[in-house]
């Protein structure tokens, strides 16, 4: 009887990040939590404390256990010892404070940022900000410009773009720095404001009342999940740093990436959400389940379920959080379960905080709001194709994309609906470099590939 040979085994690529790592920063986050209550500090400075008790412990771990440093992907060798070249060293920093310069002209330009109060805070930290970048920019470039195994990199590039060395100066890496700070100058002021916020309402909010009645744990869990994903994604538009290997790889480069991601945050979903995509008429859950605690019960636990699964893919990144980035592709944490965990859970808890298919003005509207809800659930799609797209220009993220294939916990529903599934055919036509890709079973991909 001939024997069974056993399945090749699929393996996923090694991620950038340790959960256990970033699970002691976040306990470590927590307890500054519980502090910060016990001192009178500013908002900004109870902000930026936290973020240092989360972004302190990862930071030195991963030097420890991961030791980040010495990674190929860093453009760092600590072998190798460059002569200082104070002209390259200049041209950099130009770039650095060019860079600087072109943010601040982003801010000063549009009202948003110089009229709405949300900000002000941001404005207090951003200027301790600049002044560290101004500051210490010249000694971090000195210092890695030693190290470095390419010296002349985006900052070098945007600094010739900006003395007028077009023809030295490498157009796609200019527009790729633009494009990377240009996802922080957006995303860190709202994220940052969020914080403090949601940081205002855990110093107000008293635990041992949560405890003794759910609406009140539910109110303070629900906050908390989100505070602790705020930090991490404010630490995260932060910390893009090389010596960390958290630096930007690449930024999303088509407008279709930008459009579909920048819709679902303010100022633009104020827009949408006002105007095109109102999914409910302030019929909520807990209306729903305000007289059965059973029911309210188990709801508000299943939201909160979904929550966790959407912060733990917050988590997962560390200090490598951004949107419309590659900053290292992700294979742990809920990512070893399937693609875009924090979209999936996202829009799955938003189907049970505002039950769009229930309306007090009739089955009409509750069809309408419930298409509504699916039609923002299609951009949701859109962007984690745009995302799947811009990120399969990474080796690892096509062999993590075809090993989820037949992983994740979805893979059942690939059957049934086959766009769902990984096809890196949609995207290799786009790519450079296919040696080191697992190549698929498609011989028309096959033949591309070796070609």
Known sequence: MQKKTDKPKMILPKSPTSMTINWIAVFVFIYSLSQIKNFNLSEVEAAVLSMLALALPIILLEYVFLK??????????FKIRNTIDLKRVTIGVTGLYGT????????????VYNSDPFFDNYWIFAKYVAVILLAGGIPYFIVLDKFMVEPRDSYWHF????????????????????????????FLPLMFSYLINNLNFIKTMDFSEAKQYFPYMYDYLYNLIFTVDLAFVSVGYLMT?????????????????????LQCYQPFWGFSSGNYLRYDDD?????????????????GVSILILLFIYVWASIVFGLRFSNLTNRGILTNGPYRFCMHPAYVSKNLSWWLVSIPFISQAGPW????HSALLLLLNIIYYIRAVTEERHLSQDPNYVKYGLAMNKLSVFRKLFRIFPFLKYNPEKYLGQLEDYSSFTVPKSAAVRERVNN
């Open 68 to 77: 980040t440093y010495s990674r190929p992907s860093t453009g760092l060798n």
């Open 100 to 111: 600087i310069g072109f943010v601040a002209l982003v801010y000063w330009l549009f009202p």
């Open 159 to 186: 600094g010739m773009f900006i003395l007028g060395q077009w023809k030295k100066a490498d157009i796609k890496t200019v527009r790729q720095h633009i494009l990377g700070w240009t996802v922080k100058l957006f």
């Open 241 to 261: 740093m090389k010596i960390f290997d958290s630096q930007i790889r690449t930024a999303e480069p088509t407008i279709l990436g930008w459009i579909v991601a």
């Open 283 to 299: 019929y909520h859950w807990v209306h729903l389940f305000n007289e059965n605690e059973l029911l309210y019960t188990f709801w």
């Open 365 to 368: 509207e509750a069809i309408r």
